[in-house]
Nanobody
């Protein structure tokens, strides 16, 4: 079982940056495909980026130039660095994990993930 706890959200002006963190604990989380998702009010959840156990990454096309996913295995932490933020980036941001070492083309499908954090709010004005 994997536990995920996000932090780092907040309010920021357009053009600013934020770094989200997700501390993971539990058995074998390092062998999990892990991703970031977001959901704005009234909108569907969308996948942002994913990183697998080998460190390979994938991004949503619309966000790959501004967002960077990374992880620090020594700190058991997943990160999402966000820059050039826009008001439309306002959403609740979640990290997620699935008991599969390598992510696939399915990575942006939220229902494929076993574990979710509680979310951290990002507001861009």
């Amino acid at each position: 079982h994997v536990q995920l706890v996000e932090s780092g959200g907040g309010s920021v002006q357009a053009g600013g940056s934020l770094r989200l963190s997700c501390v993971a604990s539990g058995a074998n989380y390092r062998r999990n495909c892990m991703g970031w998702f977001r959901q704005a009010p009234g909108k569907a959840r969308e996948g942002i980026a994913v990183i697998d156990s080998d460190g390979d990454t994938a991004y949503a096309e619309s966000m790959k130039d501004r967002f960077t996913i990374s992880k620090d295995n020594a700190k058991n932490t997943l990160y999402l660095q966000m820059s050039s933020l826009k008001p439309e980036d306002t959403a609740m941001y979640y990290c997620a994990a699935v008991n599969i070492a390598l992510c696939g083309s399915w990575w942006s499908v939220g229902s494929r993930y076993n574990y979710w954090g509680q979310g951290t709010q990002v507001t861009v004005s």
